[in-house]
């Protein structure tokens, strides 16, 4: 296969950045679009000069179509993946992978029976400041790790959001599952496996839980808290604690304060969509080489178990095994 020829599911809020992405990806060759709003539709089929459809399954009749790309409210993502492996297509699924963990497990043996490519959007352990983050823990130079501290949170629940978001049935953690989920990918990316979570959340302005925070155990012995909220002051910040110092990644710099010296060196990694660009161009790549992607179902699932671990933390008012 020279190209991937792919049907975009989804293409207004987030799908809009994927369409910007998907065109800096030469591999890739969107040949069909599908959007439930009609004006969205008849725009991005336009703009890539290719079929619309309103009816999803009418998608697998098209006999030369690879792969989606879903960037669909969290809900949808289970049945429209998962039709789309049984149609034997490859799926590269927004974040989360789906709502409940007893679906991403079934959408994970599915692709693995069917030897198809499942990848998960989780494209913040891609962004710059991660990966340097990552390059800096390897080098020992904040000696051992012994904790971090994370936020992740925006305002726009106050009324900017798109309803589905303030909905436990399509959003079961709300900002931990939309927002928080990103740090919850990055820990597992920098630290390794989450053994344990103790969590609890707050209506603080909103009629739901509007803010979430949550104790981190993992495997390696590391401990960290991640706070995430819908309502509090934006914030974007994770901060890793070493025995040689401690390093701060904000979404655009990094700032490493060595033990012993007065002020930090700051690295400024400023970037746009490219995370998103690297993570559609790996699909595309993976499809072509027959690789498996960096975030795959099964990295996808891990996350989810850990959002499912916080529920059930905060229901019970105990520490959960994940
Ligand atoms: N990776 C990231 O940085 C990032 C950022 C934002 C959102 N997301 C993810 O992207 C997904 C979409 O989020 P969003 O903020 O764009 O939501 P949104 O509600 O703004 O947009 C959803 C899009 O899906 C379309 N849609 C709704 N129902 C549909 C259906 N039944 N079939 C086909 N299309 C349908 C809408 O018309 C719209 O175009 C979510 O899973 C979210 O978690 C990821």
């Known amino acids: 296969m020279k190209k991937v020829n792919v049907a975009l599911v989804g293409v207004g809020g987030h799908g809009t950045t994927i369409r910007k ?7 890739i060759n969107v040949i069909a679009i599908y ?14 000069n290719c079929e619309k459809f309103s009816n999803y399954e009418q998608l697998f009749e098209l006999s030369d179509l690879n792969a ?7 809900h949808l993502h289970f049945e429209q993946a998962y039709k789309a492996l049984k149609n034997g297509k490859h799926v590269f699924v927004e974040k989360p992978i789906t709502v409940k963990v007893e679906e991403a497990k079934k959408l994970v043996k599915l692709a693995s029976s069917k030897n198809l490519i499942l990848q998960v959007g989780h494209n913040t352990r891609k962004r710059k400041v991660f990966r340097k983050a990552k390059e ?8 051992e790790i012994v904790s971090f501290e994370a936020n992740i949170s925006m305002r726009t629940g106050l009324g900017l959001f798109p309803k589905w978001k303030m ?13 928080g989920i990103h740090f919850i990918d990055v820990v597992h990316y920098l ?24 104790t981190l155990k993992l495997k ?16 974007y910040e994770l901060k890793i604690y070493g025995t040689n110092g401690f390093v701060i990644c904000y979404l655009n710099r990094i700032e490493i304060w060595k033990a012993n010296e007065n002020k930090p060196m700051i690295l400024n990694l400023p970037e746009d969509i490219e995370s998103y660009v690297e993570e559609i161009k790996e699909f595309s790549d993976c499809i072509i080489q027959g690789k498996n992607p960096e975030v795959d179902g099964y990295v996808g699932l891990k996350n989810l178990k850990v959002i499912e671990a916080m529920i059930e933390s905060i229901d019970k008012k105990t520490v959960i095994k994940v």
């Open 35 to 48: 959007d439930i709003n009609e004006t969205l539709l008849e725009e991005a089929s336009k703009e890539f």
């Open 136 to 143: 800096i823990l390897e080098s020992k130079e904040l000696g």
């Open 21 to 27: 992405a998907v065109k800096m990806c030469p591999d």
């Open 191 to 214: 630290f390794g496996e989450i053994s344990e979570v103790f969590a609890t959340a707050r209506k603080s302005i909103l009629k739901v839980e509007d803010t979430v925070i949550a």
């Open 167 to 179: 909905d436990k049935r399509k959003c079961p953690l709300l900002p931990m599952t939309q927002l």
């Open 220 to 235: 390696s012995g590391v401990i960290g808290a991640l706070s995430s909220s819908y309502v509090s002051g934006d914030a």
């Open 68 to 74: 989606l790309i879903i960037a669909t409210p969290n």
